[in-house]
C-alpha cells in the first residue's frame, strides 16, 4: 500500500478515547485506508493504527487479512512490530468488519521525508548510508528467510526510530508482500513503477531478487538523491529505453541537451568517500542486473549472494586522513591487527611523505603513536550517528615542513553547473534546473565543509602545540628548582671546603685528598655556561545567478585558503621550536641531576675521610689505656694511609698525646699533620667525644 504521510491534528477540544488509549493525529492515507496515532494516557506507549477502507475489492481484503497475518508472526529490530488492538477499539474505530492492524510507532517519519529535506538534495551522508544499508538489508533478509517477498519497497515504505545511538530503519506496509509457495514464483502483482524489477512490468514469474532491483533503486537515491533510471519518464519509453542498459550499467539519465547517457559509475556529487564509492559501484552492479537470474549473484566470489557482498563491505573499518599539505581527503580500509606504522607506510606511498616525518594527529591534539593500532581512529557507525556532518578525521602533518603554502587544486565542477557555466542563458526545465540549484548549494556547501575541516586540523595543531609547551614549562620550572638546589648545596660544600683548605695550610705536609676535590668542584662555579634556554614564544530560470554564486564561493574559498595556510605555518613554526627547546631543557635538567649526584658523592667521601683518620687515633689511644700505671702520659706515633692532592697513596703522620684521667677515663690529644684534636674516651661505656680547641 502507497502511503502518502501528513500529519492531521485531531481536534484537540474533544479527542477521541478508548479506554486509556486516546487518539491524537491521522499519520496518513494510502490505498487501503488511512493510519492514526493513539497514546496511552497511563503509560504514554505510542501506536499506529492502520483501519481499512470500507470499499476495497475482494481481492484487495484478502491482501489487508494477509498483511494482518504475516505482520503478526514476524519479529525482526528493522521490520515494524505488530501490537495488539487495545480492547474495544476494534468495535468502537471499525467501520467494516475488517480487523484493524495495531503496529510500533515510528516517531522519525518515513525515508521520503528525509530525503526530502534540502541537506540530502545530493543525496545522503555516507554514514547515513551505511546504516541504511545495514538496517534494510538485514530486514529482506530476515523477510526472505520466512519466504516473503516484499515487492513494494521503496523510501515511503521505510520508517526511521530513534535508537539510543543511532537512527533505526525499519520495513513497513506489507500489503503488497508475497508468501513463496512451493514453486518459489510468482505470477501476480500491483506495485510501485517506478521501483519494480522489470520481470514485475513484463508480469513475468519472478522471485526474490525483484526486491533485490527495489533495493538497489533505493540505494542508489539514497547516495546521489534521485532515482538511477530515468526518472521523470513514463512507463513504456522508460521499459523501452532500459532495456538497451548493459548489465554493469547502474545509472541510466538525460542530460542537458536531452542525450540519453548510460553509466558504470555513479554520478557526481555525492558524500561517498573514493574507496567506498568504488565498491558501492561493483555491488550496485549485483544489484540492478536486467537478468533476474543473474541479479544479485557475483560468481567470482565467495560466498557469491548480494548480501554477504554487501556485509564485507559494512564490515570495513574505515580511516579518514586529511593531508594538510593538500587538504585533501584520503581514505583507508584498516585491518584489526594494523598498527599506525602500517597505516603510515600507506600514507607515505600516497603522499610522498616519508613516515619518520608524519605526525598523526586527533582532533583533541593527540599524536598516533606508531605502536597503537591503528583501528582505534577507525569509524564506527554502528555507535554514530550517520547524520553527523563532522565525520572523525585524523589530520595529517609534516614535521620536516614550517611552511605551509596552498596547494588549492580547483574543485570539478557538477556537471549540470559545467553546462550553465558555458551557456548561462540556456532555459532549463523545472527538473533540471532543481538539480542544477541541488548541484549549486552543495558545491557551496561543500567548500564550506571543507574549510571547517582545516580548523579542525589548524585547532588540532594548536592544542599539540599547547600540549608540548606544557610539558616545555615543566621541564623549564624543574630546570629553574634544581638548579636552585644545585646551587645552594654547592656553596655549602665549597664553604665546608675552604675551612678544610684552611686547616691544610696550616699542615707541615701534604693534604689528605681535598685539593683534587676542589679542583673538581670548580667546574660547576655559578659562572659554568649552562645552555641559554630561550623563553616561551607566541605568535600571532536559469542558472547564471547559480554559477556566479558557485564562482564567488571558490574564489572567496581560495582567498581565505591562502590566509589559513599563512596561520597554519606559524603555528608550525612555534612548534619545531618547541619541540627543538624541550630536548635541550631536558639535557640540562639531566647534566644537573649528574652534577648534584657528584657534589653529595664528593662531600660524602670528605666527612668519610674525616672520620676515619678519628677512628684510627681512638683505636691506636685504646691500646695505651689497657697499661697498668694508672697516671700515664704518651705520646705515640703511627701511619695511615691516605691520598694526596694528586690522587695517589701516601704516608702521613698521626700523633696523639694520652693522658689518663682516671681507670675509666682519659683524653687525648691528636694532631693530624697540623690540624689537632681532642677526643675524650669513656672506657667503661665504650663512647669518644672528638672536638677542636677553640
Known amino acids: 500500500m502507497s502511503v502518502t504521510w501528513h500529519r492531521i491534528v485531531v481536534n484537540p477540544t474533544k479527542p477521541l478515547s478508548c479506554g486509556s488509549w486516546e487518539l491524537k493525529e491521522r499519520l496518513g492515507t494510502g490505498g487501503f485506508g488511512n493510519v492514526t496515532r493513539w497514546q496511552n ?17 475482494e481481492r484487495s481484503k484478502e491482501r489487508w487479512c494477509l498483511e494482518i497475518q504475516i505482520m503478526k508472526r514476524l519479529d525482526h529490530v528493522n521490520v515494524v512490530a505488530a501490537r495488539e488492538v487495545p480492547e474495544g477499539m476494534q468495535r468502537m474505530v471499525a467501520t467494516n468488519d ?42 529482506l533478509t530476515y523477510l526472505h528467510k520466512k519466504r516473503i517477498i516484499h515487492r513494494d519497497l521503496k523510501p515511503e515504505n521505510i520508517v526511521l526510530q530513534q535508537g539510543e545511538k543511532r537512527l533505526i530503519h525499519k520495513i513497513i506496509d506489507l500489503g ?25 512490468i513484463e508480469r513475468q514469474k519472478y522471485t526474490v531478487t525483484v526486491d533485490y532491483w527495489s533495493f538497489g533503486t533505493l540505494v542508489v537515491e539514497c547516495i546521489i538523491g534521485y532515482r538511477p533510471f530515468l526518472p521523470t519518464w513514463q512507463p513504456v519509453p522508460w521499459h523501452n529505453k532500459l532495456m538497451h542498459k548493459q548489465n554493469d550499467d547502474i545509472v541510466v539519465y538525460e542530460d542537458l541537451s536531452g542525450e540519453v547517457r548510460f553509466s558504470k559509475h555513479l554520478p557526481q556529487p555525492n558524500h561517498l568517500n573514493s574507496l567506498l564509492l568504488e565498491k558501492m559501484e561493483r555491488w550496485l552492479q549485483l544489484m540492478l542486473k536486467w537478468s533476474p537470474k543473474e541479479r544479485g549473484k557475483n560468481h567470482k566470489a565467495k560466498p557469491s549472494d548480494c548480501f554477504s557482498q554487501l556485509e564485507i ?10 593531508n594538510m599539505m593538500s587538504a585533501k581527503i584520503l581514505s583507508y580500509s584498516v585491518s584489526d591487527d594494523e598498527t599506525v606504522a602500517d597505516l603510515q607506510l600507506r600514507i607515505e606511498k600516497d603522499t610522498d611523505i616519508p613516515a619518520a616525518n608524519q605526525e598523526l594527529l586527533l582532533e583533541a591534539g593527540l599524536a598516533l603513536e606508531p605502536n597503537g593500532l591503528a583501528t582505534q581512529c577507525a569509524i564506527d557507525y554502528t555507535e554514530l550517528d550517520g547524520r553527523r556532518t563532522d565525520s572523525p578525521l585524523v589530520f595529517l602533518f609534516d614535521r620536516s615542513s614550517c611552511s605551509y603554502e596552498p596547494q588549492f587544486t580547483p574543485r570539478t565542477l557538477p556537471e549540470n553547473i559545467r553546462f550553465v557555466q558555458a551557456d ?18 552543495h558545491t557551496i556547501r561543500s567548500l564550506k565543509e571543507d574549510w571547517q575541516r582545516l580548523q579542525q586540523g589548524q585547532k588540532a595543531a594548536i ?53 683534587s676535590q676542589k679542583r673538581h668542584v670548580d667546574r660547576f662555579s655559578p659562572d659554568f655556561p649552562f645552555p641559554s634556554i630561550c623563553s616561551d614564544q607566541r605568535c600571532p530560470g536559469n542558472g547564471q545567478e547559480l554559477v556566479h554564486l558557485v564562482v564567488q564561493a571558490v574564489q572567496f574559498y581560495e582567498k581565505k585558503l591562502r590566509d589559513f595556510y599563512t596561520h597554519l605555518s606559524k603555528t608550525a613554526v612555534c612548534r619545531q621550536r618547541v619541540m627543538e627547546l624541550l630536548p635541550k631543557v631536558e639535557g640540562v635538567v639531566q647534566k644537573m641531576a649528574e652534577s648534584e649526584q657528584v657534589l653529595m658523592s664528593l662531600q660524602e667521601k670528605r666527612q668519610r675521610e674525616l672520620w676515619n683518620l678519628l677512628k684510627v687515633a681512638c683505636v691506636r689511644t685504646h691500646d695505651i689505656s689497657m697499661s697498668n700505671d694508672p697516671r700515664v702520659a704518651a705520646i705515640i706515633s703511627f701511619q695511615v694511609n691516605l691520598p694526596n692532592p694528586q690522587g695517589k697513596l701516601s704516608f702521613f703522620c698521626v700523633k696523639a698525646r694520652l693522658a ?25 661505656g665504650g663512647h669518644a667525644y672528638a672536638k677542636t680547641p677553640s
Open 176 to 200: 503488497y508482500a508475497k508468501e513463496l509457495d512451493q514453486s518459489s514464483l510468482c505470477t501476480s502483482f500491483v506495485g510501485t513503477l517506478q521501483y519494480l524489477a522489470p520481470e514485475l
Open 98 to 139: 475488517l480487523p484493524l492492524l495495531a503496529m510500533e510507532y515510528c516517531q522519525g517519519g518515513d525515508l521520503r521525508k528525509y530525503l526530502n529535506l534540502f541537506e540530502n538534495c545530493c543525496g545522503m551522508r555516507e554514514g547515513s548510508v551505511l546504516i541504511l544499508l545495514r538496517d534494510i538489508s538485514l530486514a
Open 660 to 684: 689518663v684521667e682516671s681507670h675509666s677515663f682519659y683524653t687525648v690529644s691528636v694532631v693530624v699533620t697540623g690540624l689537632k684534636w681532642i677526643i675524650a674516651t669513656d672506657t667503661s
Open 41 to 57: 494516557k497511563d503509560t504514554e506507549e505510542q501506536i499506529a493504527i492502520k483501519q481499512c477502507r470500507q470499499e476495497l475489492s
Open 313 to 322: 563491505i559494512l564490515q570495513l573499518k574505515l580511516v579518514h586522513v586529511l
Open 463 to 515: 592544542m599539540s602545540l599547547l600540549r608540548h609547551n606544557s610539558s616545555l614549562s615543566k621541564q623549564k620550572n624543574e630546570m629553574v628548582s634544581m638548579h636552585q638546589r644545585l646551587m645552594a648545596k654547592l656553596d655549602f660544600f665549597t664553604t665546608s671546603l675552604h675551612i678544610d683548605m684552611d686547616k691544610y695550610q696550616e699542615q707541615t705536609a701534604t693534604g689528605i685528598g681535598i685539593i
Open 424 to 441: 548561462p542563458c540556456h532555459l532549463l526545465a523545472y527538473s533540471p534546473l532543481r538539480r542544477t540549484c541541488s548541484q549549486a548549494w
